[in-house]
């Protein structure tokens, strides 16, 4: 089946500093990868998204490469904000007929950007 | 155009007690989906529906869970009778099957405690 693993948190930085979001998947033909993310009290919101391999999508400074023969996306930011705290989720859909629109998320890294 | 509304936000209840949980999508999505998100299991996907027809209800935990969508507007999720283990915040989300991916829009969740 289709599984998304992404590095267990939490995870703390201070401003300005580099961060990164490990993400691997398994999945069966080529899939749509996703990278959503939760502020405190809120929903889900996507956050960038890559339809194929080399992809690389990108949004408030956030950037991630669909890397087909490593099954990575990885998440990236050159320097964080405290704004940027929330709970990030990597997130695959299969590009398959009925489930196409079948969301499989990764557990949730929880970053928290002190000042 | 507004986003999913979801109702009630907070809804604290005691065992035995039937829970309502409802949600609108957004004007023209013709597909909706029920996540329960709890700290121990992340995001799970317990059921969704296009064009208000359930189409994979495979992770609804139980038979005390139910779902429906009488029409494109309006969906509930009503769980009786309730269990402690059912607290956990309870996401709507909709999607259109014309956008290039599976993108979802979220509700801001309903937190649901049972005592």
């Known amino acids: 089946g289709n599984s998304v693993t992404q590095m267990e948190g939490p995870v703390t930085l201070s401003e300005e500093a580099f961060l990164t979001i490990n993400c691997t998947y398994t999945a069966t033909g080529y899939p749509s990868l996703f990278w959503y993310v939760q502020y405190p009290g809120e929903g889900l919101q996507l956050l960038l998204k890559a339809t194929k391999a080399d992809d690389k999508g990108s949004n408030k400074g956030f950037e991630a490469t669909y890397r087909k023969e490593t099954t990575s996306f990885h998440l990236e930011k050159g320097s964080v904000q405290v704004s940027d705290s929330a709970v990030y989720f990597c997130a695959l859909t299969p590009n398959s007929g009925g489930s196409n629109y079948k969301l499989t998320f990764g557990k949730g890294t929880l970053l928290t950007v002190n000042p | 155009d507004a986003g999913v509304i979801q109702s009630p936000r907070h809804e604290v209840t005691e065992m035995g007690q039937e829970v309502t949980l409802r949600c609108k999508p957004i004007s023209g999505h013709d597909y909706l989906f029920w996540y329960r998100q709890t700290m121990m299991r992340g995001l799970e996907l317990l059921i969704y529906f296009n064009n208000n027809v359930p189409i994979d209800d495979s992770g609804m935990p139980e038979d005390r869970f139910s779902a429906k969508m009488p029409n494109a507007s309006f969906s509930t999720l009503k769980i009786q009778p309730s269990e402690p283990r059912d607290s956990a915040v309870y996401f709507c989300?909709?999607?259109?099957?014309?956008?290039?991916?599976?993108?979802?829009?979220f509700g801001e969740g309903s937190r649901l405690t049972v005592l």
């Open positions: 989300a909709s999607s259109f099957s014309e956008s290039d991916t599976g993108e979802l829009f």
